[in-house]
């Protein structure tokens, strides 16, 4: 074994702890704190109960509210540069994974200056970043313990990867109050997104012990969690396991790594702007078929973390997997590739030179190819699974 594994985030599930915040930047010694989220949580007024509790800690606080679905480079240059002259010691992060992965390269800009696209790759940045609590308001990216920070580069439409151990959160606050008003397209298609996670960070050539454990354990608590938190809004214990799993998931990933789905998923949403979650829902099941001759017995193991009867055998409960994850899809009511906005045919060239470059490629289970790409886009176009 050879293998390092790092979680240096403090993480705190508790109801209403988002409304404590001030008490927990104190103790992270923040004086002065920029907030990160975006316009809809500031009309919810989900914000008011934290600026109380910022006041009360006699904590300044000023707000950047500015953020976009699959963030801009131009949001974190805008807010670095409008902030830029005052003594902000911390971040805190309100919101979906597009605002806590703005808040990390924000953190990044706020102490190193220059623009984002500066730091793409890994460990780019001479300075420390500032400090990061993270209060995610939806169960699906994990981004809340991750040092990852996923940025569209709005000049040539891909999505850039900026590494760096330094902007993983220093504290997690998981409030199960915080998801109780998210709409169940968003809880259905971020719920997947964890699922995705999960299943990527085990069958990935760098999985670990340790990983293999918190990706199988997530598996399972979606797997029995995801249909309820989507469609049952008041049930808080599903609702709580959906955060939990999410986190896990994002402690795996961020200690193995993504793969294949990953590779596309982002091509596909630096492109058309498509939504992350929805992107990942669309290309699992399709990405799995592909994978899972390549290592029948970890594409097995996921088959019986979500369902398959653990007397069959690995490569049919592989088949049965798949199987499952298109009825997951079908139940959470997410669209057909070839049913989202702007997707062509014509483009399934380029998106397959994107997949291929991207840093999670060399970890998929099975070699991946430009053509072995294509192929897989035709098919999850085509709604069909070919045989290899």
Not at 40 to 65: R, V, W
Not at 192 to 197: E, I, S, V, W
Request: some cysteine.
């Amino acid at each position: 074994m050879n293998f390092e594994h790092f979680v240096p985030t403090k993480i705190i599930m508790k109801k209403g702890c988002s409304a404590n915040v001030g008490a927990y930047a104190k103790d992270e010694q923040f004086s002065h704190v920029l907030i990160i989220s975006d316009q809809g949580l500031i009309q919810a007024g989900l914000l008011e109960p934290m600026y109380e509790s910022l006041d009360h800690n006699k904590i300044i606080h000023d707000t950047f509210c500015d953020i976009q679905p699959n963030p801009r480079d131009a949001n974190c240059d805008q807010a670095a540069q409008q902030f830029s002259e005052k003594p902000i010691d911390g971040i805190i992060a309100v919101g979906g994974g597009s605002v806590i992965d703005a808040a990390k390269s924000i953190s990044i800009l706020c102490t190193n200056g220059g623009r984002i696209k500066d730091y793409e790759g890994m460990d780019k940045a001479e300075k420390t970043p500032l400090p990061i609590i993270c209060i995610p308001t939806t169960a699906g990216t994990g981004s809340e313990v991750t040092g990852w920070s996923i940025i569209t580069d709005t000049t040539d439409h891909y999505k850039m990867a900026i590494g760096d151990q330094r902007i993983i959160p220093k504290v997690a606050l998981l409030d199960v109050n915080l998801t109780a008003s998210l709409p169940s397209s968003i809880a259905a298609s971020t719920g997947m997104d964890a699922l995705t996670h999960a299943i990527e960070a085990y069958t990935c050539t760098i999985a670990t012990p340790i990983t293999d454990g918190l990706a199988l354990h997530a598996i399972k608590l979606i797997k029995e969690n995801i249909m309820k938190a989507v469609y049952e809004n008041t049930n808080e214990e599903a609702r709580e396991n959906m955060l939990i799993a999410s986190l896990i998931a994002g402690i795996a990933f961020g200690n193995a790594d993504t793969a294949g789905v990953h590779c596309l998923s982002e091509a596909i949403g630096g492109k058309y702007d498509t939504p992350h979650g929805i992107a990942n829902s669309v290309f699992l099941p399709y990405m799995f078929h592909y994978n899972m001759n390549a290592d029948l017995h970890r594409h097995g193991e996921v088959g019986y973390a979500v369902g398959v009867d653990p007397n069959v055998p690995v490569a049919e409960a592989s088949q049965k997997a798949v199987d499952l994850l298109m009825d997951l899809n079908k139940r959470a009511n997410i669209a057909r590739f070839s049913e989202i906005d702007k997707v062509s045919r014509h483009d399934f060239q380029a998106i397959a030179d994107n997949a291929v470059q991207s840093s999670s490629n060399p970890h998929n289970a099975r070699e991946m190819t430009r053509k072995d790409y294509i192929t897989v886009l035709e098919d999850t176009y085509a709604d069909t699974l070919g045989s290899w």
